[in-house]
């Protein structure tokens, strides 16, 4: 009875074994004509998502500070009294749009390996960055004259941004970041238009 036994469990035991052969047979012929480093693996997506170049890494990196520049700009004039409410609105909506965009570009600074940078790098004038002075008398204005002023500089901010970002859509290469490039240029073009026509009407 033993040996009866013993005999059926090799039996089966080399029944599994050809079945597993042939399985592997088969699936090494799907194969066939595809070599092992062509296939997809689960990282090719994501660093085809991140994928980026020095081009990116600018953006990311001088955008950051420039959105916060203008952050602190809209804080400024939420701050103040008798401000025109039509310029009040413009000032959430900057604040709105631009602070989760910092967040966004943190974060991508982070998946491409890049640090953040700082404002070490703004050029005053040629990306609308604001001065040290430009800011103090933003603060120290008040009622329309800090209208006016936000007006007037928020414009010459928003040129840089687009001037920004349209080197992004030229040269970058990460489509997320070109992606926001253009809503960049899009919204601040038409804001530039709404701030002008306040500012003619004060």
Same mark, same amino acid.
């Given at each position: ?53 020095? %081009?990116?890494?600018? &953006?990311?990196?001088? *955008?950051?500070? !420039? @959105? +916060?520049? /203008?952050? =602190? #700009?809209?804080?400024?004039? $939420? ?66 004259? %800090?209208?006016?002023? &936000?007006?007037?500089? *928020?414009?010459? !901010? @928003? +040129?840089? /941004?687009? =001037? #920004?970002?349209?080197?992004? $859509? ?33």
């Amino acid at each position: 009875m033993q040996k009866t036994m013993r005999r059926l469990r090799n039996h089966f035991l080399g029944v599994a074994a050809l079945a597993t052969a042939l399985t592997l047979s088969a699936c090494s012929g799907g194969m066939s004509g595809m070599d092992m480093d062509e296939t997809a693996s689960p990282t090719d997506e994501s660093s085809v998502t991140v994928a980026s170049n020095a %081009a990116d890494v600018t &953006f990311a990196q001088m *955008m950051i500070p !420039h @959105h +916060e520049q /203008a952050v =602190e #700009m809209s804080d400024m004039l $939420l701050a103040k009294d008798g401000v025109d409410q039509r310029i009040r609105d413009l000032a959430t909506e900057i604040k709105a749009a631009q602070e989760p965009e910092i967040v966004q570009l943190r974060d991508w600074l982070a998946a491409w390996g890049a640090d953040e940078g700082g404002r070490s790098g703004m050029d005053h004038g040629m990306d609308g960055m604001m001065s040290d002075d430009d800011m103090d008398a933003l603060e120290k204005a008040s009622g329309a004259e %800090a209208s006016r002023l &936000f007006l007037e500089q *928020m414009t010459v !901010h @928003h +040129e840089g /941004a687009i =001037e #920004m970002a349209q080197t992004e $859509l030229d040269d970058g290469q990460n489509e997320d970041a070109k992606a926001m490039a253009a809503a960049i240029v899009t919204t601040q073009t038409e804001e530039i238009g709404v701030m002008k026509d306040i500012l003619a009407s004060l």
